[in-house]
């Protein structure tokens, strides 16, 4: 019989299996210890690496698999699977943020010296933008990096940062011409065992509870100008290009997560007999599961698309971002109506409905909000 989505190929499927067969040995069992204690098993990432899931797309010259956008696909469809968002987060922010920005803008040096231990599973990165008074509006940062000889020096502060506290490395956005707005930014890679570096705390969050989230200062904290990642001033237009990988992330996430949520949902209604039947065979439970799956299928197609103009190098930013505010959106329909069909059972921690719950919320904040989605949107679409 035809496939029902013919890109994915049988390296694809055997991907697929190896990925699934990972995360139900290595990933699902472990969630919930991960998720109470709010972290993850740095061997579990090495194991990642050590089986070439953390590079996919990296070229083999830098030990990564040389293959296509639908293997990141395939990775994370099935880690989801496993239930835990926050370790996939933090494997995301690595994989499909840290990475990809030294992918692209790295000097051959700074490939050799970050990328190919990060695709080992050797060294975890991260990328640090945010701060407590710049979020959406990026280019109002306040961290600076000024030029010393053959140093510069950064000040500043940063908050959210995803990995922030674990990281071995970290890609700063800091402003190097302080009147440049967004032609002042320039990014840098630092080494997180630099003097003046300081995880200040660890932020406590109401989901992905096993990827820390930290809150980062700065003070004069001297790094070589061979750091500098891309161009001078050229940072926030980098950010920029990268977010398609990490808004797509958020999309499969999301659809994912969501599917997930449903079929708990289907379970547990199938199972729950209310007025003498299953409250599954109640029309309007029916209806609603029925109506949920469709928004999901078109999440995924709409994402699908998205990926397939990012994998074939179309201009898709666009598509990518309608992507990321449509799935997010029915994501939280999705687990708001899940817990809903699961009545009051659904509302307490011993079902796992509440961390899809919770996990699934951040999504229309993360990666750009949804409302500064719609913004470029309808900028796109000459508003
Ligand atoms: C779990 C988590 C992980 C994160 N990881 C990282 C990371 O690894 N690195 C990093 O740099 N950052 C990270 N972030 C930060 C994230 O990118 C920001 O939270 C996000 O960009 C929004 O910024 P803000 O929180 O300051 O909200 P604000 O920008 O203050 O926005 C507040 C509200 O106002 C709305 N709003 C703002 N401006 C407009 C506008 N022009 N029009 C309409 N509405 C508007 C927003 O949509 C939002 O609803 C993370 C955040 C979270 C929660």
Not at 11 to 19: P, T
Not at 294 to 302: P, R
Request: glycine share 8%; aromatic share 10%.
């Amino acid at each position: 019989m035809e496939k029902k989505y013919p890109m994915f190929t049988e390296e694809h499927d055997m991907l697929r299996q190896s990925v699934r067969d990972f995360a139900e040995k290595e990933v699902a069992p472990y969630v919930d210890e991960w998720e109470e204690n709010e972290t993850y098993d740095m061997n579990t990432f090495k194991k990642m690496g050590d089986l070439g899931f953390l590079g996919l797309r990296v070229p083999e010259e830098y030990g990564g698999g040389g293959t296509d956008y639908w293997s990141v696909v395939v990775l994370f469809e099935e880690m989801i699977r496993a239930g835990s968002s926050g370790f996939l987060t933090a494997i995301g922010v690595h994989t499909e943020v840290a990475i990809p920005a030294i992918m692209h803008f790295g000097t051959e040096e700074q490939k050799q010296k970050y990328l190919v231990p990060a695709v080992k599973g050797e060294s975890l990165g991260a990328l640090a933008v945010t701060e407590p008074e710049a979020g959406s509006d990026v280019a109002s940062m306040r961290a600076t990096a000024v030029e010393d000889g053959d140093s510069y020096i950064i000040n500043g502060n940063k908050i959210f940062i995803s990995n922030g506290a674990r990281a071995d490395w970290i890609i700063v956005a800091a402003k190097t011409d302080k009147e440049g707005g967004y032609n002042g930014i320039t990014e840098l890679i630092v080494d997180t065992d630099t003097p003046g570096f300081e995880v200040s705390r660890k932020l406590d969050k109401v989901g992905l509870r096993s990827c820390d989230t930290a809150e980062l200062f700065f003070t004069d904290m001297r790094v070589p100008k061979e750091n500098m990642l891309g161009e001078l001033n050229k940072g926030f237009h980098q950010i920029m290009a990268n977010f398609q990988p990490e808004r797509l992330l958020v999309a499969i996430g999301a659809y994912g997560g969501a599917e997930a949520a449903l079929q708990l949902a289907i379970d547990y209604a199938k199972e729950r007999v209310q007025f003498g039947k299953p409250i599954s065979k109640q029309q309007h439970n029916a209806f609603k599961i029925a109506e949920l799956a469709t928004k999901i299928e078109a999440s995924k197609e709409l994402s699908y698309r998205a990926a397939d103009m990012y994998n074939r190098g179309v201009e898709c930013m666009k598509e990518v971002m309608m992507a990321k505010l449509y799935t997010t959106d029915v994501a939280n329909e999705v687990a708001y109506e899940a817990m809903q069909l699961m009545g009051g059972y659904g509302y307490m921690m011993e079902y796992p409905i509440q961390r899809a719950w919770r996990d699934l919320r951040v999504m229309t904040i993360v990666a750009g909000t949804n409302e500064i989605m719609k913004l470029i949107i309808s900028r796109n679409l000459g508003l």
